[in-house]
């Protein structure tokens, strides 16, 4: 397969533009002073679903190893695997039995420590994700923990007595959570369905579960959890990973008095009052405890990274997150606004969102993310049912060409779809097994990476995988884009390699450009050294010029197969056409 099908041998070419997507300059890689994860391309590797080594239909780590040099050719920097733990899979490995070892599903250790140092060679980082607020019902600690009210790790969940049925604080909801004359002692809710409370008898008692009863919370203000899951972090950062990704970050503490959480108003998919969750999420406590955990990580070398999955409202929780002024806590909480909170493919909330990220989080360094395992694939919430790959396109540009840190995930750079299943007996996430028909769950986005066109897409050799490959596979495949030059991946890899080349997308200064067309998104990067870049992404379906500062002399560096000319004076953007390069 070409490593690189898009640089253009012919500056004419490219400011004629008739070009597919092209990179006409690029300067040889820049060496800059910053820690790597600065200007990293980070990429989820849904590991259950990147690539099947041993033939049982579930990927593995093996498989990741056998797709590093695809990642390598991409630009990516680093991986974040999910969970590969030892795991009874309720949650797909988000409910974690042993923190120490591999799930034989996915491999061993060994294939771990293989991955670690074929990714190394080939620069390519692991990151591991990690689950401190919750572990499995199966793990040795929680099961000791339900075992008696005065067992060693007693104290090591969420326990209470709860309240007498017959409490006037009891309500309706509350009551069908009853057991043996208790309910549970407040309205919290599951996000999973349900009370966050379970019954068990052993102790008499309820544990508090922020996600599936499965999941029992770890009770962080009891320091001997903190040391435990510090070693732990050990354990992986002695292996040699290059940081964590911490699932559920913001959920660690609870009200400690245990008090009622203000109703927002309406049901949830799964029949729950929806709460406000003031009192369960994003509490004060928890930043000392992330601080003593990046200063631990802190004295490791190579820059190890601490990624938070923080889904808080805005900037101010966002700057906590990083522990300003002193950025002493996460290198990288993901801005989870910016690319889920958007309402459509629109100039003006991206342009509010980007100026946010610039100047709102306190002088931490953004971390931009569009897709995920959890949510909607970027391209169907931003397509218009015409335009899908020109949308597609637009949004990578956003994640490459910003100063962010970008995290993607897997086939996002193929255009691969959210394809969720058609009858709740296919369904294999327990949310969409709960929430069914209003929720369905996470699998349409979980689907098989797709290498191929042919009839496992190239991710298995089973005819049955854990969930069924996508029928667009013929459309959207690793091996049929990689040769297209016009296609999404090629984009996307002509993108990461300006971003690695370029000193104008490395550093410097980013300003968003206000006197702009309608439709037009635009911003200015200036770097320390060398000449200003902009970028600009017609968001419209109707041409649009902009003008360019006097004397500018613009120097196409990357453009979109709808070609954007320029005349010297202005920018001709055609629907949807995106624009990078010099401007003097
Ligand atoms: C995070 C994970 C999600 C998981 C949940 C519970 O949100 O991303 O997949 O279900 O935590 O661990």
Known sequence: MASFPYRCRHLLAAMLMLTPPCLVAAASSVETNQPWWKRAVIYEVYVRSFQDADGDGLGDLRGVVDRLPYLQRLGVDAIWLTPFYPSPQVDFGYDISDYRSIDPR???????????AEGNRRGVRVIVDLVLNHTSDQHPWFRESASSRDNPRADWY??????????????AVQRRFAHEGRAPPNNWTSGFGGSAW?????????????????????????????????????????????????????????????????????????GMPKLRHVLTDDLPEEHAVIRRLRAMVDRYSGSRVLIGETWVDGAASMRRWYGAPALDELQLPMDTVLGFGGPRYSPDWFRR?????????????????????????????????????????????????????????????IGMRTRPPLRREDVRDPIGLAGWPQDKGRDGERRPMQWTAGAQAGFTTNPSPWLPVDPDRARANVASEE??????????????????????????????????????????????????IWVAINMSAVAQDMALPAGAKPHALLTTEAAASHDGRALHLPPFAIWIGRVG
Do not use: C
């Open 353 to 413: 969102r980007l100026r946010e990220a610039q100047t709102g989080f306190g002088g931490g360094q953004p971390l931009f993310v569009f897709d995920n395992h959890d949510t909607e694939r970027s391209i169907d919430k931003f397509a218009d049912g015409v335009h899908d790959i020109a949308i597609a396109k637009g949004i990578a540009t956003i994640l490459y060409a910003s100063q962010a840190t970008a995290l993607t995930y897997y086939g996002a750079e």
């Open 106 to 116: 996915f491999g061993s250790l060994a294939n771990f420590d293989r991955l670690v």
């Open 483 to 532: 040769a297209d030059p016009a296609s999404l991946l090629g984009w996307t890899k002509a993108l990461i390699a300006l971003r690695r080349s370029e000193p104008g997308l490395q550093g410097g200064t980013m300003t968003l450009l206000d006197t702009v067309p309608p439709g037009v998104l635009a911003w200015q990067r200036l770097p320390g050294r060398g000449p200003r």
């Open 158 to 171: 969420v326990w209470s007595d709860g309240v007498p049925v017959d409490a006037p604080s009891v309500d």
């Open 198 to 270: 379970e019954w068990v008898p052993a102790r008499r008692q309820f544990y508090y579960h922020r996600f599936y009863r499965q999941q029992p919370d770890l009770n962080w203000r009891n320091p001997a959890v903190e040391r435990a899951m510090t070693d732990v972090m050990r354990f992986w950062l002695d292996r040699g990973v290059a940081g964590f990704r911490l699932d559920a970050v913001t959920s660690l503490f609870e009200d400690p008095a245990l008090r009622d959480e203000p109703a927002a108003g309406g049901l949830d998919a799964f």
